[in-house]
């Protein structure tokens, strides 16, 4: 199934993300929490792409678990900018060949790591967007970020650089994480003002320990609003407080973003599925999955 079939029949839902092991020794560690979090039966389960090496090989695999075998729609990720033309093309060949349907195309980061070739055929996901269109029928969906990409000058450029890659052909968008859910309203608004008509789908994290909120905000450049940095004050010393607290955020966010018109969220749980569960659990009767 396109996910782009599913995301206008005016429901509820909820997708949620998972990563492949960094290392084969962490593979069925991995397919355990995915096997948990597909029982939870989300809309969607998305799969990222690591820049080269380990997490990249096992991308197709676990998409492809996750349909056939769970029987839960999966959606690929495939990032651009450290892989030969050759490489995207073999990838986008095996999604093919494992029915999968839709594909999220990155760019990916710039690699820091020496170890990390850097290969030139591709500088932006909406390059990727062409090639996924020449090769097959999928749909693809594209990354966004409501406070700017880090790499921009300003929100304006990152907004016409959005409008063209939406325009090589995206069906769908999925956000960048936030902590404020006003910066996502304003986000829709500037972004329909300047002709972005695609369905937007906010990503929202769960975090629940203070070392991974550090982690975030240096990469991301997402914002971390006074609210939050009231929770972590007060919870991020005690782990088990700092969890429940992370978790309830995270919550009362989708239960704003969805009482504002919002349909469909997805959630960045970090392969964990008692996070996910929690979420869920006090979103029972929001959540219109199937
Ligand atoms: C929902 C989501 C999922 C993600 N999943 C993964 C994953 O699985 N694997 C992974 O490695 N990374 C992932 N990322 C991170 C992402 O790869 C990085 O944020 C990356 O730096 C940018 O990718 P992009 O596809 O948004 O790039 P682009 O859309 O190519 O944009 C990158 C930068 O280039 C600018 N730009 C775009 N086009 C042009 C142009 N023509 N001229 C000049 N500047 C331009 C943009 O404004 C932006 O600043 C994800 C991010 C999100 C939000």
Partial sequence: MKIIDKLQDGKVHVSIEVFPP???AKYQEVIEAVDQIAAMRPFYISVTYG??????????????????????????????????RETVRQVISELQQEGIENILALRGDIPTDPEIP?????????????????????????????????????RKEDICYLKEKVDRGVDFLTTQMFFDNMVHYSFLYRIREKG???????????????KQMRRILSMSGTALPARFQAVLDRFGTNPQAMKQAGIAYATEQIIDLIANGINH???????KPEVAGAILHQLSEIIEND
């Fill in 51 to 84: 820049a080269g090496g380990g997490t990249s090989r096992n991308t197709v695999k676990i998409a492809s678990h996750i349909k056939k075998d769970l029987g839960v729609e999966s959606l690929a990720h495939l990032s651009c900018v450290s892989s030969t």
């Fill in 118 to 154: 850097v290969a030139k055929d591709y500088q932006y996901a909406s390059q990727l967007i062409e090639e996924i269109r020449k090769q097959g029928d999928f749909c693809i969906g594209a990354a966004c970020y409501p406070e700017g990409h880090v790499d921009s000058r300003d």
């Fill in 265 to 271: 969220i997805h959630i960045y749980s970090m392969n």
């Fill in 22 to 24: 960094k290392t084969d």
């Fill in 196 to 210: 972005i008509t695609v369905p937007v789908i906010p990503g929202i994290m769960p975090v629940t320990n203070a």
